[in-house]
């Protein structure tokens, strides 16, 4: 159905469209990839920063997003061709890189093409750069990072879509000197109220979670 929709439209707005019947239930017009990248040069020193957050309150397929994750793998990429980074540290802070994205996005099919399309991203580069040295753990790291950053929601009600009884929940992923990674939880709603243009967290986490080492990274490590 949606090819029938957009079989008259030019290239460029085939990709901005999937079907006239989205973008009237739901408003779904994608942000084309010119437009994308002069937004980001706007903010082009921090894209560059693999510890600085993003968070996309709409995020779609992810057309932000992965060019944020990009520009950031870049510079992990730049950094491993010139030899100041060991494959551990390569690989730590990829894993930092896809930790400091996020987005919330209502429709489900947009959700999961948006993790899929992140995690090709990061394993393209990561098998580049390592071939068969690459690390099945350090993979699914990223996979999960990529399960809980990308969270099925709506950002105006600020509930799961999955499950509307459940608040939006975000996870803060910080990295401390020796590899390991503290996990805290805030309320999505929360930190909308009290955002002041700083840092995406505030103090004051629903649950905050033991030290796991970044390698670590998955469901097991979490469950109580």
């Not at 084309?32 to 980001?40: F, H, P």
């Not at 399960?147 to 401390?176: C, K, Q």
């Amino acid at each position: 159905m949606g090819n029938m929709d957009t079989d008259l439209m030019p290239p460029q707005q085939k990709r901005q469209i999937k079907s006239k019947e989205r973008v009237s239930k739901h408003g779904e017009v994608f942000t084309a990839e010119r437009e994308v990248n002069a937004m980001l040069d706007l903010v082009k020193q921090e894209t560059e920063r693999i510890e600085s957050r993003f968070l996309e309150p709409a995020c779609g397929d992810g057309n932000f997003l992965i060019e944020i994750l990009r520009r950031k793998l870049a510079v992990c990429e730049e950094r491993a061709k010139k030899k100041q980074y060991t494959q551990l540290q390569y690989e730590k802070n990829a894993v930092w890189a896809v930790s400091s994205i996020y987005g919330i996005e209502l429709l489900p099919d947009n959700a999961e093409a948006c993790r899929q399309r992140l995690y090709k991203e990061f394993c393209q580069q990561y098998e580049r750069l390592y071939g068969k040295q690459c690390k099945p753990e350090c993979r699914e790291a990223v996979a999960f990072l990529l399960e809980h950053n990308i969270i099925m929601g709506d950002a105006l009600t600020y509930r799961r879509v999955d499950n509307p009884d459940e608040w939006i929940m975000v996870s803060e992923w910080s990295f401390i000197g020796d590899g390991k990674v503290v996990r805290r939880d805030y309320s999505f709603s929360y930190l909308v109220a009290t955002g002041q243009g700083g840092d995406l967290f505030s103090d004051t986490p629903c649950d905050t979670f033991p030290p796991v080492y970044f390698l670590n990274l998955n469901h097991q490590a979490y469950e109580k």
